[in-house]
């Protein structure tokens, strides 16, 4: 479903990571991540001595007794990013605070144009398959319909008919949607991953990782729908 629509403390996570790059920059123009802690954990229950036990490289520093909850993704910061250098650039993290206020709307416009895009393509005679979580054909509609607040996210996978080369006729027939890797932009973005993100895996490896020759993964965007459908359509009819 995604980020933006579950709130994934109310169902008893400790920790939250997740890619700022897809949905909260939205698009496509920085790499980065959040990891956002609850903040009331314990830690000194004797199993996270690197949180309870003195940090030489921060002279005896105990990050649980000095910083208590936030002990953690303090932690984190002061030791992981200084060691590794997985700091973002000032510019990337004005590119995810900006996208960050537009988060919420995004969110929305993304589930709703994905859900209508899901039934379109699900009630098209050249499609084969459909699948997302917001279809009451969907194994995971009942759990999705537990957990997600704000709709079932911008991600629709399906399969056409014609197979491995109709799904790569398809994208190369689109106009408005991009041939792109990435998820969570503001546009629209497709991808076949059995001749791009897979296709250094086997047939059968493939399809081990749930990545059929006719899967198409369609990453929703926010633009007007009716010309998303109308893109789809135009694509579609060329197969």
């Excluded at 209508?116 to 009451?136: D, I, M, N, Q, R």
């Amino acid at each position: 479903v995604g980020i933006g629509s579950i709130r994934p403390f109310d169902h008893g996570a400790d920790i939250i990571a997740s890619s700022a790059t897809k949905y909260i920059g939205g698009h496509g123009t920085t790499l980065g991540g959040v990891i956002i802690e609850k903040g009331d954990f314990n830690w000194d229950n004797g199993k996270f001595p690197g949180l309870t036990q003195p940090d030489e490289t921060y002279n005896g520093l105990k990050f649980y007794e000095t910083f208590g909850p936030a002990a953690f993704t303090t932690r984190i910061r002061a030791v992981l990013g200084r060691d590794t250098g997985a700091v973002p650039s000032p510019f990337g993290s004005f590119l995810l605070l900006q996208g960050l206020e537009t988060l919420s709307l995004r969110i929305e416009r993304h589930a709703e144009n994905a859900l209508a895009v899901a039934k379109h393509l699900e009630a098209h005679p050249k499609v084969a398959w459909v699948t997302y979580s917001g279809l009451e054909s969907s194994p995971n509609h009942e759990v999705a319909k537990k957990y997600a607040e704000k709709g079932y996210g911008g991600i629709v996978s399906f399969g056409l008919k014609a197979g491995y080369q109709g799904a790569i006729d398809f994208i190369n027939n689109t106009q408005l949607l991009s041939l792109l890797a990435n998820i969570g932009d503001a546009k629209s973005l497709v991808i076949h991953p059995a001749s791009t993100t897979h296709s250094q895996l086997t047939e059968e490896q493939q399809r081990a990782t749930g990545v059929t020759p006719d899967l198409i993964r369609f990453a929703v965007g926010i633009e007007d729908l009716e010309d998303i459908l109308a893109d789809v359509d135009q694509a579609l009819e060329k197969i």
